[in-house]
């Protein structure tokens, strides 16, 4: 077993706490510097990464040297590099974990990873969200209890256009009326992902013991045994031996009509 | 029921078919006319497109006259540009079926539905491949038999790096002793994938009654019943009352530590 | 594509019509009996049957002559022959349909097609209900609006123990708090099964129109194209040659240790 | 962590070893008694089960022992009793792990767990079988090469009657000419399930390292973090306050028609 800590970059856009005054107050180090600061552990080496920094911070070295990757965007998704996107991309099929925090499900990563819009309802009133373990044994839900409320959340509502392999742990029932699908998983290539809805920049769901031991959990759940680069691989040689044909293909022309 | 003849647009790159003079001999009206005069059917309204019309021949307007569209490539992946997959895309998670053809495996469309590689491991000798029928309920496989040979084809090995929902209703095995799921679908937004390997351009696989047939259900299978554009919806009336909150998020800085 | 009517029977327990006056004046005819109308169609061959006839109704000749089966049970699960669970099974392997509705999630044949214990929370306080369609492109919410509301019915929440595979159509939000999947689609061999959540008898549900048309619906998706017993089968005849072997397993005793 | 050993039961119905002098050569303590010496282990604290046995080895204390269960069955599948296969069921819904071993594709908890007939085709003639990882990153593939070869097995080939949400994990070429999903998990409840194809009783695959080893990863895969016994539940008060209801469901009567 691995015993040594587990490399977790957070990644955040780190848009609205430039120009939200309010975001600034309940998040003055930022959503990424908070999320830091709870998640601390001896098990964890984290590390942070923003937009505005070089290549978003996202070089080719701090992904090598990333396990875990948390993703929270919102206001800025088209101004994420392509590259970028693809890079963070080859590496989770390589077996990066990666965990997507609400408003990132719309996030150039989320939508290639699920192949879908990962469109959605959505209303911001600050309404209660109570979230529903459904997989009371699945690793992320360790700790948790039935159920758990956020008194003040965005809503975010059916139908979400996710992929059809998400494997869904919690489920939301919110004040307005809506239900939603706020905790899966997905595997892609080697590697895998969670999405997780909480976490409005209005609000202080990041503070939230829950929420908190939910991303911890998917941070441990999302490590990769190893990393496995997948070649596309040509293999010349047969395993067994292939019988001689009476079609030269190379000349072809011959057509079972 | 609708009985109108179901749109169907086949794009092919149709590179190989300008420069392989075996192509040529083999497919003399390219991959999409062979596929075009051999699917022919009173149900079906047939419209070919390639790589270096226009737009690659996929205008929105052609699009928007698309049931159903088929998908051939393998020497041009690259060249495709990427806002025509994206439009491509937008069009079958409003509804449109797609059915990806062999060495589609690594076109933009199906790493962009499947959210992976798509790679796998490949030979190619012309050797026997024998499909077999592994969900025979499916109505993709209505009217096959048990399994059935291609005498010449090139190998795809198994791991092939798809989305985990892939339901797969036709595997293969292969005389030089790999194995692969060769007929697998998945739905993504509201349109249906299915993904079929047979029909590499050297072989005739094509002319194969099996091989028409398979894609021929699968055509029928992915018609959509309706396009449903899919919006992000602000919806910002509740539709149950929303208790008063004791939390000013607009000023923020109520934090439950 | 096959024209002839569709042979559906619904299969009742029919237990609380005989001892609570509330039921009885709610479903004078019995659920089945009111199902029955409000499903009449030309379309429809409807059958009813219910626990106390011979072999419940259900003998083989009947289940021969069914495409789809309804299945409405509550007060008397244990009542129901194993036998014939067993047979009713064996014809949903085969391609026969069937539709759970509301309590049948405790029933034998909910649980034997899932693989759980179909568990759940519940209150029957006569709460409203609100029914979201995750999934609007699938056939059994065509014709659905967004979401509808049932003012009066039990509720059940999750953890609802079924099985993985269980693609959710249908997602409920209960104005007591919880969140359910309502509607779920399951494939058994060659047959499919459809699960819907509303119908306490108690509770009007089985007069609302919408209730109606995703019944009215899943039976249309549920019919097979074919029944095709699936044998176990000894294929003794090889397809390729099978190389001589240097082990004679009938005298065994050489092990690679 | 959990560091105590996980507590292993091997079930063998133990049948062939009374009868057959080619099974007692190959494997003189039963198929049991060889998987408990192969798979020793600190880490394991193994037991062995038996059919003859009182309740066939598997009394509820014995059970509630058990982390892991392994079971071989093939010609008394139908002697093992139905209420020691509902005991078995319960304590895998409630989180212990199951790993089924060849001929097991028939028995009645194979079966109760898939929900599906189990049903395959087979020929037993010693031929090759070619096992392909098509999930290199699942800790039940740890430590494999990408394919191993097993000289002399019994094929078993598709289609294969399981549940739809078999993951799959191993894939088989067959000699003869099959293909076969050799290795998948499934969750029903709280507990894991893995089915494992190879194993007949008159071949030496119990010796093979690979084998073991996927059985060995199995079972520490399939260990349960904690059990949970999930009971039916009654939840009398609601979370939300209910608004009073215009209809008197005790009374009932009032029919939106």
Not at 179 to 190: E, P
Not at 224 to 245: D, G
């Amino acid at each position: 077993m691995n015993t040594s800590p587990i490399k977790v970059t957070i990644w955040n856009e780190n848009v609205h706490e430039k120009t939200n005054p309010a975001v600034q107050k309940l998040y003055p180090d930022g959503l990424h510097g908070t999320l830091a600061k709870k998640l601390a552990s001896p098990e964890l080496a984290i590390h942070t990464a923003t937009l505005d920094e070089p290549e978003h911070g996202l070089t080719q070295d701090v992904l090598n040297n990333t396990d875990v990757l948390l993703w929270w965007g919102h206001a800025a998704h088209d101004r994420v590099v392509d590259s970028i996107v693809a890079r963070v991309q080859q590496r989770v099929w390589d077996g990066m974990g990666i965990i997507a925090l609400h408003s990132a499900h719309m996030s150039k990563i989320f939508r290639a990873l699920n192949g879908t819009s990962g469109k959605l309802h959505w209303r911001e009133v600050g309404e209660k969200e109570r979230l529903w373990v459904i997989d009371p044994s699945h690793p992320i839900a360790a700790g948790l209890p039935e159920h758990f409320e956020l008194p003040y959340e965005e809503m975010y509502g059916e139908p979400f256009m996710i992929a059809g392999d998400a494997k869904v742990i919690l489920m939301s029932w919110f004040e307005g009326g809506e239900i939603f699908r706020s905790g899966f998983t997905l595997q892609r290539g080697n590697g895998k992902m969670f999405y997780f809805r909480p976490g409005h920049e209005t609000f202080p769901s990041f503070y939230d013991p829950n929420v908190i031991k939910v991303i911890a959990n998917a941070i441990r759940w999302a490590r990769p045994a190893a990393f496995m680069p997948y070649p596309k691989t040509h293999v010349p040689e047969a395993l067994e031996n292939i019988s001689p044909k009476d079609f030269d293909f190379g000349k072809a022309g011959i057509v079972r009509e």
